[in-house]
């Protein structure tokens, strides 16, 4: 096995103990792979080891990369999903690379990539799954809406027809014990269900916290440096 399948493997035995922990059915948690400043020929060996869901946070590397793969032969179902602070006039870019947003956190950005929809004519409208990003730190610079927001933009969202509203993604504060973070989080999520039932997604956990994540029903995992090894450059 390749160390990469062998770090892989791992982290899913620590997924499927966690989830045991919880009393969760692991088969009911998706983990995404973080690529960020990797190159996209990880990308490639991660889905000949088996990886479906991939994970970038810039607009333009997710461009890049999805231009470089496109002659590679086909990534047969792979799904690309956006968890990163994504700029209003980056939308379109971001709509046409990625399949899933987490990161939408303002109606402007809700709007703007409702915007972005190819015109629906003939078949089927192309259909964006997106995420409430909660801010879950004290400072409103973070990325996230606020809390007592959530519910707002969730229902702008379920007024756009080409956005199809999933649930939440949530990043735990550096300063506040992952747990309570996540059950914060947990509480915007019901709140959200309210609105509508089928908003089930909670992306919530990375390399540091994604056990404390399964715990608090965590269903979309984000996890980077534990399965790729330290990111090439920042990060
Ligand atoms: C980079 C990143 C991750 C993955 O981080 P690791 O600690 O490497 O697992 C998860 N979520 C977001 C939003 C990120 O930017």
């Known amino acids: 096995m390749s160390e990469l399948a062998e770090r892989l493997s791992a ?33 490639r060996e991660l889905h000949a080891v088996g990886v479906r869901d991939v994970g970038e946070n810039r607009q333009q590397e997710l461009e890049a990369k999805r231009a470089e793969l496109n002659d590679a032969r086909a990534l047969d179902g792979l799904r ?14 971001i ?18 990539l409702h915007r972005a929809a190819s015109p629906a004519g003939e078949g089927e409208q192309d259909v964006l799954d997106v995420l409430v990003q909660v801010n879950l730190t004290d400072d409103a610079g973070r990325g996230g ?19 199809r509203l999933r649930g939440v993604m949530g990043v735990a ?14 509480g915007v999520a019901d709140h959200i269900r309210s609105v509508d039932a089928s908003a089930t997604w909670i992306s919530a956990g990375m390399t540091g916290d994604f056990v404390e994540a399964i715990a608090a029903g965590a269903t979309h995992l984000r996890i980077g440096s534990a399965i790729t090894g330290p990111r090439p450059d920042r990060g």
């Open 173 to 186: 504060p550096l300063d506040e014990a992952p747990a309570s973070a996540f059950a914060r989080l947990h």
């Open 145 to 163: 809406v606020e809390p007592d927001d959530a519910q707002r933009l969730a229902e702008h969202i379920l007024t756009l027809p080409s956005l």
């Open 95 to 112: 709509r046409r690379g990625a399949d899933a947003v987490h990161s939408v956190d303002r109606i402007k950005l809700a709007d703007a």
């Open 11 to 43: 982290i899913d035995s620590q997924i499927a103990d966690a989830a045991r922990m919880a009393g969760r059915d692991a088969a009911e948690i998706t983990r995404i792979v973080v690529t960020k400043f990797h190159p996209a020929s990880l990308v």
């Open 80 to 93: 690309w999903h956006f968890i990163g602070q994504a700029q209003t006039n980056k939308a379109a870019s």
